[in-house]
C-alpha cells in the first residue's frame, strides 16, 4: 500500500476515501506544519497531498524524502511549491483546476458587488440599528453598464465575465495571447494592460502569480485607472503592491478595493484594515462544501493516476 502524507485536514468523505486507498499520515488536528516538520513527516512517503498554506520551497525540497515522487497541491495555483526544484528531483507537482472555476468565479462577483455597494459600511449601520432612510444614503456603484477589466481571462476570469454580463457590465480584457472568438463573447481584448485599466470601470484580477505579474498593480499604473475605479483580486496577492495602493485609497484615486488574497497570508496589509472603501475575506475562493470536496478528490485522482500509469493530466511541472 502506498504510504501518503496529507499535510491538512480535508473534509470527512474525502479522509475516509483516503483511508480505503492509502497508508495516510493524515493531520487530524489540522496542524500547520513547519517546512522542518513537513520534512520530518514525509520520510518513507511515497506522495504528499500539500495545500497553499504549505510553503515547499527549494530548500524544502532538497530535504524532502527521495521516497517522495508526487506533491499534489489541493489547489489551481501552486506558487506555494518551488516546482523546478521538484522537477530537478523527479518530483511531479499536479494541481487541481476546473473544479473550483464556478465557485471563485461566484466570489469575484461577491467582491465586486460588496465593493460596489458599500455592503460592509451598510451591514455596520444595519447591526448597529444607527441609520434612517435619505435620499443619499450609502449611494454606490451601480454595475449595471459599467466596464469591467479582466486581467487573465483563463477559465476563471472568463466565468467571471459570463456572470458580470448577466449583471449588464461591458467586457474588456487583457491575457498574454487574444482568445478564440467564440470564447470572447463580444468581449473587447487589450493589448497591454495600460489601454485595459484606463477602461477599467471595474478590475477583476484573474491571472497567476508570476515574475511577470508580480506587482503588477503599483504606482505607475493605478495612474492609468479612472477616477473612481474599483478593483478586486480573487487570484493571489502577490499582484498589488500593498503600499501603492493603500496609498490609491488614501488619495481616492481608487473607489474601492475588494480582497480574497494577500501578500503574506494569512496577514493582511495593516494599511488596508483603517480604510473603509474596503470589502475583505479569509481567502475563501474555493471554500463551498462541493468545491473543497471535488478539489481534494481531485488531488487523490492526481497521485492515483500517476502512480498507476507514471503519468498524470494535471501536472506543472
Ligand atoms: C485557491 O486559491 C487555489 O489556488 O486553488
Known amino acids: 500500500m502506498k504510504k501518503v502524507l496529507i499535510t491538512r485536514k480535508l473534509l470527512k468523505s474525502n479522509e475516509k476515501r483516503i483511508s480505503k486507498i492509502w497508508n495516510a499520515k493524515l493531520n487530524l488536528n489540522d496542524e500547520n506544519y513547519s517546512q522542518n516538520k513537513l520534512v520530518e513527516l514525509s520520510k518513507g512517503c511515497d506522495a504528499i497531498l500539500s495545500s497553499i498554506a504549505d510553503k515547499i520551497d527549494m530548500e524544502t525540497i532538497a530535504k524532502i524524502s527521495d521516497s517522495v515522487k508526487i506533491i499534489s497541491n489541493f489547489a489551481v495555483g501552486f506558487g506555494n511549491i518551488d516546482i523546478k526544484a521538484a522537477r530537478k528531483k523527479n518530483i511531479a507537482v499536479t494541481n487541481t483546476p476546473d473544479v473550483l472555476t464556478d465557485a471563485t468565479a461566484e466570489i469575484a462577483m461577491l467582491l465586486i458587488l460588496g465593493t460596489a455597494r458599500r455592503a460592509i459600511e451598510g451591514m455596520e449601520y444595519a447591526k448597529n440599528q444607527n441609520w434612517k432612510w435619505s435620499a443619499d444614503f450609502l449611494t454606490g456603484k451601480q454595475l449595471d453598464g459599467s466596464r469591467l477589466g479582466i486581467l487573465g481571462m483563463g477559465r476563471i ?3 467571471v465575465a459570463k456572470r458580470a454580463r448577466a449583471f449588464g457590465m461591458k467586457i474588456h480584457y487583457h491575457n498574454r495571447s487574444r482568445l478564440n472568438k467564440d470564447l470572447e463573447f463580444g468581449a473587447e481584448y487589450h493589448k497591454n494592460i495600460k489601454s485595459l485599466f484606463s477602461v ?22 493605478l495612474e492609468f485607472f479612472p477616477k473612481d475605479a474599483i478593483i478586486i483580486n480573487s487570484a493571489r496577492g502577490d499582484m498589488i503592491d500593498d503600499e501603492a495602493m493603500v496609498q490609491a485609497l488614501i488619495n481616492k484615486k481608487i473607489y474601492a478595493l475588494g480582497l480574497d488574497v494577500y501578500n503574506g497570508e494569512p496577514n493582511i496589509n495593516p494599511g488596508y484594515i483603517k480604510q473603509p472603501n474596503i470589502f475583505v475575506l479569509p481567502h475563501i475562493g474555493s471554500s463551498t462544501e462541493r468545491t473543497r470536496t471535488a478539489m481534494a478528490d481531485l488531488a487523490i485522482d492526481n497521485i492515483e493516476e500517476y502512480f498507476k500509469t507514471g503519468k498524470c493530466n494535471n501536472i506543472v511541472n
Open 157 to 159: 476570469g472568463r466565468a
Open 200 to 221: 477599467s470601470d471595474f478590475l477583476s484580477i484573474n491571472c497567476p502569480a508570476t515574475l511577470e505579474t508580480k506587482n503588477i498593480i503599483n504606482k505607475k499604473t
